[in-house]
């Protein structure tokens, strides 16, 4: 008896899946380190305490600017990265 | 008024990781993937020599030493000699291989500048710290690079190459201009702030 239902991924399709996994989670994995090392180093965001600093300390908060990294990579390379890379897949070899 | 060295290391650091990420990135999906829209095949390489073009105003408004300044400067010669290099070889312009050979030359001055312009020991805070793990990480990061000249398709090595570089940006990160390293800070380093 045959099953039509179950059937494997073929290998070559399963890594390509994988690799747009890979690329989709560049972008939050970035933004998650950047929030968890806000959490872990609240002290590291002088937003939170702003009076009486600086100019430079209101602009430079490193775990923003991780934040930043990942929020400029997902919308500006992950996304149209990711339509590439289906519309690779989709097209006939 | 300029903003304090620690400040300038984190956003150059921000730039850093993003280029990582692109090429970790083209790592994985490949060249032919990565080059499908025309200005993905120069972005990693134009935010590189532009790195290398905003290292010159470091050097000349950051540095309090000679040897800051010639570390700074050779780090700006061989960003923009390496991101040149990638944006003419993208482009199409240069067609030797061997000009690949720019992203281990860049690697090795910046290790060996990095090492060579720390002047105090491991320990002895913070930053001196990370000056030498940042020297000793693009010396040993090299061999990635080198070996794309023969390899250039070589997700593995692209993978090692880009990992290097957000592991430098993750390091440019954590420094700060006066600070414990495992708990050691040299009396001669000053008051720690913050």
């Known amino acids: 008896m045959e099953t039509p239902l179950v059937r494997e991924l073929p290998a070559e399709q399963a890594a390509r899946s994988a690799r747009a996994r890979a690329v989709s989670l560049f972008g939050p994995v970035t933004v998650a380190c950047g929030l968890i090392w806000a959490i872990l180093q609240p002290y590291r965001l002088t937003i939170l305490h702003p009076r009486d600093q600086g100019l430079w300390w209101l602009v430079f908060e490193p775990p923003l600017l991780v934040v930043l990294a990942g929020i400029v990579f997902a919308l500006v390379v992950g996304k149209p990265l990711l339509l590439d890379l289906e519309t690779r897949d989709a097209a006939p070899r | ?194």
């Open chain 2, 1 to 194: 008024m300029q903003p304090h060295a620690e400040m300038v290391h984190w956003g150059f650091a921000a730039g850093i990781l993003f280029v990582g990420l692109c090429l970790l990135a083209e790592a994985i999906v490949g060249q032919d993937v990565w080059r499908m829209r025309p200005w993905r095949k120069y972005l990693w390489p134009g935010l590189a020599f532009a790195i290398g073009v905003l290292l010159w105003p470091v050097m000349a408004f950051f540095t309090n030493s000679s040897i800051h300044m010639y570390a700074h400067g050779s780090w700006a010669e061989v960003a923009m000699l390496a991101g040149g290099a990638e944006l003419g070889l993208v482009h199409g312009r240069l067609k030797s291989r061997w000009w690949r050979l720019t992203w281990p030359l860049a690697f090795a001055v910046t290790g060996l500048a990095f090492i060579i312009h720390e002047q105090n020991p491991w320990f002895f805070a913070r930053s001196a710290f990370l000056h030498h793990l940042l020297g000793w990480t693009f010396v040993v990061g090299a061999i990635a690079p080198l070996l794309l000249v023969w390899r250039p398709r070589s997700a593995a090595l692209q993978a090692c190459m880009a990992l290097t570089i957000v592991a430098v940006a993750v390091m440019l990160f954590a420094d700060r201009d006066v600070a414990p390293v495992f708990g050691h800070l040299s009396p001669l380093a000053g008051p720690q702030h913050r």
